[in-house]
Nanobody, 124 residues
Framework: VQLQAFGGGLVQAGDSLRLSCAAS????????MGWFRQAPGKEREFVSG????????YYADSVKGRFTISRDNAKNTVYLQMNSLRAEDTAVYYC??????????????????WGQGTLVTVSS
């Protein structure tokens, strides 16, 4: 079972990036999925989550209105579209598969499979 996140890079403030997280080894179509990030010296924090059917999405206040999470269960992939990036968005971004639940967890404890992370650096 593996989650692989990619799409990070170095961009300027105001630019956009699209992160992808591809799952392999099993289907995650019945799992809620989440994106977290961790900046240097800080704890890993929730960024966005989506339920298994993509009917509910959740965002941290800091990214609301700028980031959009989506998923394609046929491709076993979840996405994070990031617009209007800011320097404070700089972090390693991780995707994660949630434990089977009807509720999208906003904490790391609600997820049991994690991708390796992809670095997003936003220069101001």
């Amino acid at each position: 079972v593996q989650l692989q996140a990619f799409g990070g890079g170095l961009v300027q403030a105001g630019d956009s990036l699209r992160l992808s997280c591809a799952a392999s080894g099993r289907t995650f179509s019945r799992n809620n999925m989440g994106w977290f990030r961790q900046a240097p010296g800080k704890e890993r924090e929730f960024v966005s989550g989506i339920n298994w059917s993509a009917t509910r999405t959740y965002y941290a206040d800091s990214v609301k209105g700028r980031f959009t999470i989506s998923r394609d269960n046929a491709k076993n992939t979840v996405y994070l579209q990031m617009n209007s990036l800011r320097a404070e968005d700089t972090a390693v971004y991780y995707c994660a598969s949630g434990k089977l639940s009807t509720v999208v967890d906003l904490t790391t404890g609600g997820y049991d499979y994690w991708g390796q992370g992809t670095l997003v650096t936003v220069s101001s």
